[in-house]
Nanobody, 117 residues
Framework: VQLQASGGGLVQAGGSLRLSCGAS????????MGWYRQAPGKQRELVAD??????????NYADSVKGRFTMSKDVAKNTVDLQMNSLKPEDTGIYYC?????????WGRGTLVTVSS
């Protein structure tokens, strides 16, 4: 599985961006798909992820983005999107998508999001 994130850019605080992660292989077999971000000088952190289960997908969000970000998965298109609303300067960073299939994590190249105050 190869992943490529896109959709980043420069936006003013309060604005919105939609990130998309395309997969070259099928994401249907991935147990978990996630969005992570890394701010300058900080460690990479989880933003949101969706875990596939027999009972249905379960989406998890970092407290800092709850109510503002929405993650969605489109198995037919092999994409996972991250709709980011009410952006804040502290949301600035490089955003990465990750797929977990079995015991293997696949990371895509990140996309830069810059939120100006």
């Amino acid at each position: 599985v190869q992943l490529q994130a896109s959709g980043g850019g420069l936006v003013q605080a309060g604005g919105s961006l939609r990130l998309s992660c395309g997969a070259s292989g099928s994401i249907n077999g991935a147990i978990r798909m996630g969005w992570y971000r890394q701010a300058p000088g900080k460690q990479r952190e989880l933003v949101a992820d969706v875990t596939s289960a027999i009972s249905g997908d379960r989406t998890n969000y970092a407290d800092s983005v709850k109510g503002r970000f929405t993650m969605s998965k489109d198995v037919a298109k092999n994409t996972v999107d991250l709709q980011m609303n009410s952006l804040k300067p502290e949301d600035t960073g490089i955003y990465y998508c990750k797929a977990t299939a079995g015991a293997v994590d696949y990371w895509g190249r990140g996309t830069l999001v810059t939120v100006s105050s």
